[in-house]
């Protein structure tokens, strides 16, 4: 179970396992709420409000131990071309610059290891 400071929590656990996610599964969902909660309120921040903001976030392992391409699918709907103009500016933006999860795996955050 992962745990935060404001006492949320998320079951994690192995790919057979009911009601838990896996740790790929997170990283995923990472991927995903990290985009949506930046691409939403900078889009209504710029007075445009979307109609419905989804996405899907993909990966197939192509090692055992190793996720090929992540690809991030947004499900939209905007109430006009404006909105649609500048969400698309807006999630390109997070894209390339402001989620940090995205971020961190496309330019190979580091990771260490340290043992007690």
Do not use: W
Request: include cysteine; hydrophobic fraction near 40%; charged fraction near 25%.
């Amino acid at each position: 179970m992962a745990t935060n400071a404001r006492g949320a929590e998320v079951r994690m656990g192995g790919g057979d396992e009911d009601g838990v996610f896996t740790p790929v599964e997170l990283l995923l969902a990472a991927i995903g709420g990290c985009n949506i909660v930046t691409v939403e309120p900078l889009t209504a921040k710029r007075g445009q409000q979307l109609i419905r903001l989804a996405m899907t976030v993909e990966a197939e392992k192509v090692e055992p131990n190793k996720l090929g391409p992540v690809t991030v699918t947004y499900d939209v709907e905007v109430p006009s071309e404006k909105a649609d103009e500048v969400y698309r500016a807006v999630a390109t933006r997070v894209h390339e610059k402001y989620c940090t999860v995205s971020r961190s795996l496309q330019e190979g955050t580091d990771v260490r290891l340290e043992l007690p």
